[in-house]
């Protein structure tokens, strides 16, 4: 049985891959409005989807667990109840700056990674030309509904937790 976070980077993967009409594979590394390629063979497809499957899980961990770390930070600084407003003011502005520095510092980084290294798996494939480039389409039609169902539930959880513990208080 395969985990939902790997059924969400493998939408993540299949969205970087099109077919144009005559049924070639086309890998889109840096996004639909840059440069595609075309993959002829089946090993150069299996090596560019675990490349980008690895990049997009550490990604998807870096910034799950930055949250989780907010969240884990703002439940001990609950547990000292500490009556210093500086304290309480510092903490509270202190630890979401750092973690989202933190955040933004090591995506920067896998990004600046991800840059460098797409050029040494496309050096071997074939460009797409601008005229098939317009008429590429993708492979699966994305979920887009579900997206928005998880979304949206995920949103009111938390509005539900934030004023559950505000009015716990």
Same mark, same amino acid.
């Given at each position: 049985?395969?985990?939902?976070?790997?059924? %969400?980077?493998?939408?993540?993967?299949?969205?970087?891959?099109?077919?144009?009409?005559?049924?070639?594979?086309?890998?889109?590394?840096?996004?639909?409005?840059?440069?595609?390629?075309?993959?002829?063979?089946?090993? +150069?497809?299996?090596?560019?989807?675990?490349? *980008?499957?690895?990049?997009?899980?550490?990604?998807?961990?870096?910034?799950?667990?930055?949250? #989780?770390?907010?969240?884990? #930070?703002?439940? %001990?600084?609950?547990?000292?109840?500490?009556?210093?407003? +500086?304290?309480?003011?510092?903490?509270?502005?202190? *630890?979401?700056?750092?973690?989202?520095?933190?955040?933004?510092?090591?995506?920067?980084? %896998?990004? #600046?990674?991800?840059?460098?290294?797409?050029?040494?798996?496309?050096?071997?494939?074939?460009?797409?030309?601008?005229?098939?480039?317009?008429?590429?389409?993708?492979?699966?039609?994305?979920?887009?509904?579900?997206?928005?169902?998880?979304?949206?539930?995920?949103?009111?959880?938390?509005?539900?937790?934030?004023?559950?513990? *505000?009015?716990?208080?």
């Amino acid at each position: 049985m395969i985990s939902l976070f790997s059924r %969400l980077i493998d939408l993540g993967v299949e969205s970087q891959f099109r077919k144009d009409p005559s049924g070639r594979l086309a890998f889109l590394p840096l996004g639909a409005r840059n440069k595609a390629y075309f993959v002829d063979s089946k090993s +150069e497809e299996e090596k560019i989807r675990a490349f *980008v499957k690895m990049y997009r899980s550490a990604s998807a961990m870096i910034s799950w667990m930055t949250s #989780g770390i907010l969240v884990l #930070g703002l439940m %001990l600084h609950d547990y000292a109840r500490s009556n210093s407003r +500086e304290y309480s003011l510092a903490f509270a502005v202190g *630890v979401p700056v750092f973690l989202w520095l933190l955040l933004i510092a090591f995506m920067l980084m %896998l990004w #600046g990674l991800y840059k460098r290294t797409v050029p040494s798996f496309t050096a071997s494939l074939t460009e797409v030309g601008p005229d098939v480039k317009a008429q590429l389409r993708a492979i699966s039609p994305r979920p887009r509904r579900v997206v928005l169902v998880f979304v949206a539930a995920g949103l009111f959880l938390m509005a539900v937790a934030i004023f559950a513990a *505000v009015s716990y208080k």
